[in-house]
């Protein structure tokens, strides 16, 4: 057994105060110690993207953190990205425009483009594409994700003015 | 309306959207262990000794289990060589541990048990594996030497396999042909690369003896079979569940591994269930890959350009083991003709053992290799030839009148290689109308103007889709009203709850949403192959319609009885079973159900038939061949060697579409593997057969700034094969990519007489052939 820890974060507008050991990593204590199984493990060396959450609003790979290093901040994962009933706005952009296959990636790029779309709301082709290419997805071709933040932006634009 | 051929949301996306998908690492069973591998670091070691004791000491630690603590008569038998083929000289396959031997880097040795998987990992690192290392055969061509090293130290040679593949009269077509033309041809392909590595979670009932498997793959029944005859058990004892959700799988989850067992045997020593999930690092050393062809070719043609034959040898990169047989270079060897008319053919095939993992079929299984040297041979006719591309394949291609068409060769299941449909020539038009072929050259001119190099290229494909035998679906509409689907199926992110719900809806006269499929489940239907080679709408959705077409029937049957009217004056919408045009005077699917249930005691009324299922399993004659063609232009940056896809344009052609929004996505998916393969993707070993690419920074896969936008048109001709004339759509995008995208960027780099003859098409690669043309340049 390794050494211990006592932490104190917020998950998903929630507080939690968890005795964790030091080395595990943030995305093992959300998968297996909080039960959040949304947040996926691709590669455990910080590539691929599937394991990205929000810490304190910034897209981060969870793989590469550890669960200690989060005490005092604020993490969300899809599960916080989610609404008790149906989809998010994203979400529904997601379903009506193919945006995912197996959906294994699925929940790490909702995260960056959940970032991405707040600090960005009217962004090119070009730039989504950038902000997707931390995040692999072996299914799609990126098309119909490229798509759903496109339509999402679009909708937003169309009911903000 | 018809919900089949409508592109309906898929009922799949909700849950996964919402972090509410079920993988196999998300399941939790109580009193659950975890396991770590231990794997060998060298290619190829004898086994000396094990000392366990240092890793049994860690507290936490449960079980180190090797070859010697494997239950008889298990561990003996060689995990089940999947198909057999007469050529295959050695037939060997993996133990379910290692036991005196070890033939590649990454093979199971032990198999650590503890209470979390840090513990586990901690004890693998403590297991002490006394290696004598041996000399490894690492390049496939060397290992072909004469006294090159073994892979396998009790063989005398590392052929695995060595025979011809051929039709017509091979020596009458080069004795009478105006042109020969020779090429030698390096394809590579890597792995599947799942973003989900492989998992499994076996749980053991030790009072009843049942095995329960949850794993991650796509052949669950599959699965189920192998482990009853190894283990000797009844198959009714194991259940084998493909979670519904799997984090793809593009062949490579196709197949049993040495983990499957381990954890099972472990679950049943340990009283305990097991958990094993894979790491990415383990990915890249032991989950199966294709690797390495080398062709060498030549084409006879006549004076127009049309094809007499094709002839040469193929040497392909085994690994160490044949857990698939040699079923990838067989299909490659098959696949070279595609949709042209070619009248002789004799390719010799030499499938060579090395010491690095197995090679199994990956996303268009050893086409991709073959219509890359296809489509090598009809560039370079057309630059000898001085005739478009587009012309000499247009010269070439088997025409729509000409269906079906009989190639002349045998396919791997022993039937006779025969297009069923199709119209390769519209095809291509369709293709190049898309991409404004006509334009290009002018495009062309202008770039180069600029100092830009852009290029076009092409490939064209034909596919033997669907392979029988039969994939199994069983429909019940439920006492509480509810249509439920079972199927073995397993899905890996495809749609196929969705695609058999719409089958099922059209029949039912419900909406899919409302139909409840459970896939991948050995407890769901008796018998199932698996999800690979483009099968399952192919074989699954005629089930699927012949097994709701029989509860349709049913349901008419029994409320005939109830509402004391004729079969043929009801109707069937909705849930409900009413007499026509009165839709008020009828009965619930619940009604029905409950009725056809029967009570107690009672007996049924003649002709009422128990239950309202019905389990089908439609059994296709023979393959159904879709076919596609795909335009791509591209600009090569002659500084660097970076290649940037332009434009990319595909006409598909899978038959009738159930959901054309999934074909759709099956293509761009298919697509983007086929980029990851033509630029970038290289599973790198060196002269010790060492992996060195063993990280998604060291091995490439695309990511959003690689794959282009694809320009995507349909032409739909139903195959006779099946009552929904539906064909594959999984592979299409894959397999003519490599070709299309390296011929583009021969062509682009044509101003300088580069000859692309390799894939992937490396900036290295490029930048040497830049090199040596200059050389020959300037020595010219």
Known sequence: MGERRDITLTVNGASVSRDVEVRWTLVDFLRHELELTGTHVGCEHGVCGACTVLIDGRSARSCLMLAVQADGHEVTTVEGLSPAEGLSPLQQAFVDNHGLQCGYCTPGILCTLTEFLETNPDPSEEEIRIALSGNLCRCTGYQGIVDAALAYARSNKGSAE | MSWVGSAVPRVEDPALLSGKGRFVDDLQVPNMLHAAVVRSPYAHARVRGIDKGAALALPGVHAVLTYEDLPEPFRES????????????????????????????????????????????????????????????????????????????????????????????????????????????????????????????????????????????????????????????????????????????????????????????????????????????????????????????????????????????????????????????????????????????????????????????????????????????????????????????????????????????????????????????ACQEKAIALADYESFRERQAEARQAGRYIGIGLGSYVEGTGLGPFEGVSVKVEMSGKVAVQTGAAPQGQGHQTMLAQIVADQLGVKPEDIAVTPGDTGGVGIGIGTFASRITANAGPSAQLAATGVREKLVRAAAHLLEAAEADLDVADGRVFIKGVPDHGKTFAEIATFANGMPGFSLPGGVTPGLDETAYFTPERSTYANGAHVVEVEVDIETGAVTILRYSTAHDCGAMINPKMVDGQVLGGVAHGVGNALFEWMRYDD??????????????????????????????????????????????????????????????????VHITQTPVTPPYILERLDAAKRTESLG
């Open chain 2, 78 to 425: 060689r995990l089940l060589l999947l198909v057999p083929n007469p050529a295959i000289r050695y037939p060997v396959t993996y133990y379910t541990l290692a036991k005196d031997e070890v033939c590649f880097a990454g093979e199971a040795v032990a198999f650590v048990i503890a209470d979390d998987r840090y513990i586990a990992e901690d004890a693998a690192e403590l297991v002490d594996i006394d290696y004598e290392p041996l000399p490894m055969a690492s390049d496939c061509r060397a290992a072909l030497a004469p006294g090159a090293a073994v892979a396998h130290a009790d063989r005398p040679d590392n052929i695995a396999a060595d025979f011809p593949i051929a039709y017509g009269d091979i020596d009458a077509a080069f004795a009478g042909a105006a042109h020969v033309f020779t090429e030698s041809i390096f394809a590579h392909r890597g792995g599947g690369h799942a973003i989900e590595c492989r998992g499994i979670v076996a749980a053991h009932d030790p009072v009843g003896d049942n095995m329960t498997l949850w794993v991650n793959t796509q052949s669950p029944h599959m699965l189920r079979d192998v482990y009853a005859k190894m283990m000797g058990v009844s198959e009714s004892r194991i259940r084998v569940i493909a979670p519904a959700d799997v984090g793809g799988g593009f062949g490579p989850k196709g197949m049993y591994y040495q983990e499957h067992f381990c954890a099972a045997a472990a679950a049943r020593l340990l009283g305990r269930p097991v958990k094993w999930i894979e790491d990415r690092r383990e990915n890249f050393l032991s989950t199966y890959q294709e690797r390495d062809q080398h062709w060498d070719v030549e084409v006879a043609v006549d004076a127009e350009g049309r094809l007499r034959g094709v002839r040469g040898s193929l040497i392909h990169d085994a690994g160490a083991y044949l857990p698939w047989g040699i079923i990838t270079p067989f299909i490659s060897a098959t696949t070279v003709p595609g949709p042209y008319v070619l009248p002789a053919y004799h390719m010799n095939l030499t499938v060579v053992f090395t010491n690095k993992v197995a090679t199994t079929p990956v996303r268009g299984a050893g086409r991709p290799q073959a219509a890359f040297v296809m489509e090598r041979l009809m560039d370079r006719i057309a630059r000898e030839l001085d005739l478009d591309p587009v012309e000499v394949r247009r010269r070439n291609f088997i025409q729509p009148e000409q269906m079906p068409y009989s190639v002349g060769l045998v396919f791997r299941d022993g039937s006779p290689v025969v297009y069923d449909s199709g119209d390769y020539p």
């Open chain 2, 688 to 753: 010790d057969a060492q992996p060195q690419t063993v990280s998604f920074g060291e091995y490439l896969i695309p990511m959003a700034t690689d794959v282009p936008r694809v320009d995507q048109v349909h032409i739909q001709t139903p195959t006779p094969l099946n009552p929904l004339g539906v064909k594959g759509a999984g592979e299409g995008g894959t397999i003519p990519a490599i070709a299309a995208i390296a011929a583009a960027v021969e062509d682009a780099l044509s101003p300088f007489g």
